[in-house]
C-alpha cells in the first residue's frame, strides 16, 4: 500500500544519523518520493509559496529553493510569476528529477550547515521546507543562508516541531537577531504538514527580513 511505503521510507530519512545515511535514503526514495508523500497529504512545497508571493515580489531578484528536493515548489512559483530559481539539496538522485522539472536555473548539491556555493547577497530571498526536520540540516545552516541573501531580502522557512527546541533554533533566532543581521517579520501557528497522515507531525513557517 502506497501509505505504508511512505511512513517506511520517512521513518528511514527520519533515522538518518550521518549525512551520508541521509543522502542514501532518498537516493533510494527519489523515485516514488512524489507518489508517496502526496498519498500522504504533504503540503509544505506548495503551501510555502503563499508566503514567498506575499513578501518577494516576482521579478525582484533570484530565489533559492534550499533543500528542494524533487523540486516539487519550482512548478508552482514557475506558475506564479518566478522565472528565477535555484535549487539545493544533498541528494544528485532528488536535484536530477528537479531538473526535469523545467522550473530552476541552477540546481547544486550542496549540505546545509557547511559553506554555499554562492557569494555574500546573491539572492533575493530563500525559502525551504521538510528541510529543518528530524535527523536533516542543523540549525547552523541558517548563517550561511542569511549570508548568501541580500539585506532587504527575505528568509522564508518552515521548522519540525520536534527539532525546535532539541536543535537550538531559538539561539539561533537570537543569535541572528542580536548581530542585526536579520529581523522577525512573521510566525505561524503549528500547523499540520500532512493533510492526510500523521497528523502530529507539526510545523511553523518563520518569515525573517535580512538586514
Not at 531538473?99 to 525559502?127: C, H, I, T, V
Request: glycine share 10%; net charge negative; aromatic share 12%.
Amino acid at each position: 500500500m502506497i501509505v505504508d511505503k511512505a511512513n517506511a521510507a520517512l521513518d528511514s530519512v527520519y533515522g538518518a544519523n550521518t549525512p551520508e545515511s541521509l543522502a542514501q535514503a532518498y537516493a533510494a526514495w527519489a523515485a516514488t518520493y512524489d507518489s508517496e508523500t502526496a498519498s500522504l497529504g504533504y503540503l509544505l512545497p506548495f503551501l510555502i509559496t503563499a508566503w514567498v508571493a506575499r513578501y518577494v515580489p516576482a521579478g525582484e531578484g533570484p530565489l533559492l529553493d534550499a533543500g528542494c528536493g524533487t523540486g516539487l515548489s519550482g512548478p508552482s512559483l514557475k506558475a506564479l510569476g518566478y522565472r528565477d530559481i535555484a535549487g539545493l539539496d544533498l541528494s544528485d538522485d532528488m536535484l536530477k528529477i528537479a531538473g526535469s522539472r523545467n522550473a530552476y536555473g541552477e540546481l547544486k548539491q550542496a549540505m546545509l550547515g557547511g559553506p554555499l556555493p554562492w557569494p555574500d547577497g546573491y539572492f533575493r530571498a530563500f525559502f525551504s521546507t521538510g528541510v529543518f526536520t528530524i535527523s536533516h540540516a542543523p540549525a547552523s545552516g541558517l548563517h550561511d543562508l542569511v549570508r548568501i541573501t541580500k539585506k532587504g531580502g527575505h528568509a522564508i522557512f518552515t521548522v519540525r516541531d520536534q527539532v525546535f527546541e532539541s536543535g537550538g533554533f531559538q539561539a539561533v533566532f537570537d543569535e541572528l537577531t542580536t548581530a542585526n543581521k536579520w529581523q522577525l517579520v512573521e510566525q505561524s501557528p503549528w500547523f499540520r504538514c500532512y493533510a492526510i497522515a500523521e497528523p502530529d507531525a507539526l510545523v511553523k513557517t518563520f518569515v525573517f527580513e535580512v538586514l
